[in-house]
């Protein structure tokens, strides 16, 4: 059984609250002698005995409730019984149901209802009318059964079935939204704990100022970087620190912060973020070391570098020793045709160093894209007709086919043209490269975006090599800079594009380019 609550103990000292007042309030009738008149009384001495066993029960119970022995369910077994064997006397000792005895079990049968499930609490429910029917029958017995009374039992039983089954629906219900209430609560304060922890191991200084300028929230960082030493929460920032209480102020009111922000000789990368709306919202205010941020900024440039470095050291080294082995082998050769097999050597290895090159140079710039809105189609086609005309070694060697048929004729979207022609010659010239004779393009139109499907009949592109593909410097060709795939993807998300690789193609490989387009369907 699960273990009850407080509330539940509570709705038993209720009942023995109930049958405290209730058995003295009896008791007073019968010795005031209304008793008879009032209740209409068969048996006094009975309905004596039965205001006395009820106080007495209720006592008993009472103290039960105090210790908590025995258990509850063990107690409320006792409440049931006590019940419906007093009121069952009270009855006898009555005229019945008519003496109105009856409607004492409907405040018990209530409290059952909240305290047991709606089975439980129907068969209590049950009881209760079992006993009224039964006491009836006994008082008519042996003369002749009048169908009065009975109808009265009836009644009165089909009434304590709905306070029970009513009662019992709305504890389930109750508990059910108080256990949610309880997991929602357990959630909140778990999630809160790891906000404090993050919070606290974050070498950003962080603080949250309210309207009246007081430390709701800080951590160890922000009292570090603090001109003023041991800041607490609750204290008014513009004594902890002056200069940054009047650039949050200058902030609140519309200008905008400076930056960096000088605190005691420190330089402060600073930040603002209002985390409601109004002007009386509390404001997040992250601050950080100026100079600590250039000089983590300087060391992953440097790491970067070494790595870009690293890389172009190795690429342009292979092509470099061929140059120099051919060159050797060039000035001691007297063949024309070996010399002119190692003057095309050295000619292709100079053009891959020069790609190499380029490529590099072309990532160095960054140039920003200058996206207009303009018809994918046109783009396309454009694409295509640079690339027969551009690509001319490339382009003899594959059939490139356009399909178009499901794009709506209107369609436009925001691209920089440049950009847009050079990530599909370097998704097309990766496919040239890789031997493939066919590349299909398909557009189909998505939600708020046009997916451009490249498909081609290569070997394919092994799905251990599908996250590695779009690292700078990696390829599995010897004619290729392993730069082409790496600057497609970075030119599509400077122009808010995605290409992704579809890993379970059954054949060649199957690139996904994501455009977010404007699509009018236009009636025929």
Sequence with gaps: MPERGAEDWRVLRALCLYRLVLAPALAAVFFGGVAPDFLGLRLPGLFQAMTYAWFAAGSLLMIGYVTRTPPFEHQLALHVTADLAVVGGLLAASTGISGGMGVLLLVPVLAYGLLLRPRLANLCAALATLTLFGIELWLQYPDDWTAAPLTQAGALGAVLFVVATAASTVSVRARRSEARAEQAGSALSDLSRINDTIVATMRSGVLVVDDMQRLRTLNDAARALLPTPGAQMGQDLRRLSPELAADLARWRTGHTPSTPLRLDGRELMVRYTALAAGDHAPVLVLLEDARRARDEAQRLKLAALGRLSASIAHEIRNPLSAITQATELLEASSDAAEAAALRAVIERHTRRIDG?????????????????????????????????????????????????????????????????????????????????????????????????????????????????????????????????????????????????????????????????????????
């Design 356 to 524: 190499i090159v380029r490529d590099v140079l072309e990532i160095g710039r960054g140039r920003a894209p200058e996206p207009l809105s303009r018809p994918l189609r046109e783009l396309l086609e454009q694409a295509h007709r640079q690339f027969l005309e551009g690509d001319g070694d490339c382009a003899t060697r594959v059939a490139l086919h356009l399909d178009l048929d499901a794009l709506p004729l209107d369609t436009r979207v925001h691209f920089d043209a440049d950009h847009f022609c050079r990530i599909l010659h370097n998704l097309w010239r990766n496919s040239v490269e890789s031997g493939a004779q066919r590349i299909d393009l398909v557009a189909q139109p998505a939600s708020g975006r046009v997916l451009l499907h490249l498909r081609d009949d290569g070997p394919g592109i092994g799905e251990a090599l599908g996250d590695q593909i779009f690292e700078p410097f990696f390829t599995t060709s010897a004619k290729g800079t392993g730069l082409g795939l790496y600057l497609a993807r970075t030119l599509c998300e400077a122009n808010g594009a995605q290409l992704t690789l579809k890993p379970d193609a059954p054949t060649g490989a199957h690139f996904v380019m994501q455009v977010p387009a404007s699509i009018r369907s236009v009636a025929a």
